[in-house]
């Protein structure tokens, strides 16, 4: 008995380890840079392939792989016209197609330890305890610089990065994470973990494990803050998540989250703030760097912020009807961004236009949209829902690509399905 708790309880911290080396693709010293480890999960999933000898795609993977696939017409369309060619979006294929590989083997290798009984709750456990481990070491590496220094030191960032870096750490301006979890795309996942510690409030029938629930989503939503002010966004997602309806169209299904925590969840929420005050000293934390960046939407006139006001004078949209249709060709332009513009439409659309920004949009709701159909459940169409909602949002700020997290959810479907027929078909 107490060797199947302790193998159960082995196993889960292995699972969460490797969901966060999954979702924060870092990439470690000595390793080259390139070498992410994302990429080397992908590796797992070869070996699946070929233990197996048989091609693990069925229909919808297909269909979802030549989607990707045909976005490279419109950049060859506004490269040739352009006479310029910048293939920045022809690598973000390239890796689009290996982060279905990887989630693939990420996935079989759960699946492979775990059983058919593996939950979609349970792979939305590991992603939100997965985000709270990552954000607990962000914090402790804050508080102890020493620690903080050795992160940086194991982990490889390129030359600009790593400058920026170093400025954070001496000023302590900010949280740094591992890997992608710092700045605009720290801020990215974890609102996602908040997206998805809803979905696990809402489940939770029991109050004590209901309790925990909401502990972990103020955790992740007070360090997220302090990572990147991206992570307020899926802050205000994840609260309208728990205080709207749950709509099925097609069973004709309207139920309400009646939140008997409502108050418990805003009060943890004030008590989780308070922490860090109490810890450091309301002087020293509020006349710290990070708090002032955490915090100056709220604590600046009208709600507005230096970096909101710089986001503003980012907005420069495309002064012709070719721009505005094929785009440029143009994502980088010298050392910085082409047209000096960060928001995530615009970079788009000077690229290749409104006519590729459709292919890079209509792939990831696709994703959405085929998680839904075999999900059959009120709460993941939801989820669902607001996963596309924050991708609409997010853009208004940088580019908002997630196809590394919905592939997650999509080949849990996609091989839970498989197995439940394996199985009928077996008795």
């Not at 022809?90 to 290798?109: A, D, E, H, P, W």
Request: with cysteine.
């Amino acid at each position: 008995m107490n060797n199947s708790v302790l193998k159960n309880a082995w196993f889960k911290i292995c699972s969460i380890i490797l969901m966060l080396l999954y979702l924060f693709h870092i990439s470690f010293k000595p390793f080259p840079y390139v070498l992410r480890t994302r990429l080397i999960i992908a590796l797992i999933g070869v070996y699946f392939i070929l233990r197996k000898r048989k091609i693990f795609l069925n229909y919808t993977i297909i269909k979802l792989i030549l989607l990707t696939v045909l976005a490279i017409f419109p950049i060859l369309i506004s490269s040739i016209l352009n006479r310029y060619f910048d293939f920045w979006f022809v690598q973000n294929i390239v890796l689009t197609l290996i982060f279905l590989l990887s989630s693939y083997g990420l996935m079989k290798l759960l699946f492979y330890y775990w059983g058919t009984d593996f939950s979609i709750i349970d792979i939305l456990k590991l992603i939100v305890y997965a985000i709270a481990f990552h954000n607990l070491i962000t914090t402790l590496g804050f508080v102890f610089p020493s620690f903080g220094s050795l992160i940086n030191m194991i982990q490889n960032q390129d030359e600009n990065t790593q400058l920026v870096i170093n400025s954070i750490i001496e000023f302590q301006s900010r949280f740094i994470g591992l890997g992608i979890g710092s700045f605009f795309t720290g801020g990215v996942i974890s609102s996602l973990g908040l997206l998805c510690s809803a979905v696990l409030i809402v489940q939770e029938g029991l109050k004590k494990k209901a309790l925990f629930q909401i502990f972990i989503f103020a955790f992740i939503a007070l360090t997220g803050l302090f990572i990147a002010r991206t992570t307020l966004i899926g802050f205000g997602l994840a609260i309208f998540y728990l205080y709207t309806p749950f709509i099925s169209f097609s069973k004709g299904i309207l139920r309400t989250y009646t939140a008997k925590n409502r108050m418990l969840l805003a009060g943890l929420f004030l008590i989780v703030l308070l922490i860090p005050v109490l810890y450091f000293g309301i002087a020293q934390l509020t006349e710290s760097s990070a708090f002032v960046h955490a915090f100056e939407i709220f604590l600046g006139d009208g709600g507005s912020t230096s970096s909101t006001e710089h986001l503003k004078s980012m907005y420069i949209f495309p002064d012709n009807f070719k721009t505005w249709v094929i785009g440029d060709g143009k994502f980088i332009d010298g050392s910085g961004y082409y047209m000096g513009t960060d928001i995530g439409y615009l970079r788009l659309w000077f690229y290749y236009g409104v006519v590729g920004s459709i292919f890079f949009f209509f792939q990831q709701f696709y994703s959405l949209f085929l998680i839904k159909k075999m999900a059959n459940d009120v709460v993941i169409d939801k989820f669902c829902v607001f996963l596309g909602l924050f991708i609409v949002i997010i853009n208004f700020k940088g580019i908002g690509d997630i196809n590394y997290f919905i592939f997650l959810i999509l080949w849990f479907y996609v091989l839970k399905t498989q197995r439940c027929t394996q199985k009928k078909i077996f008795y």
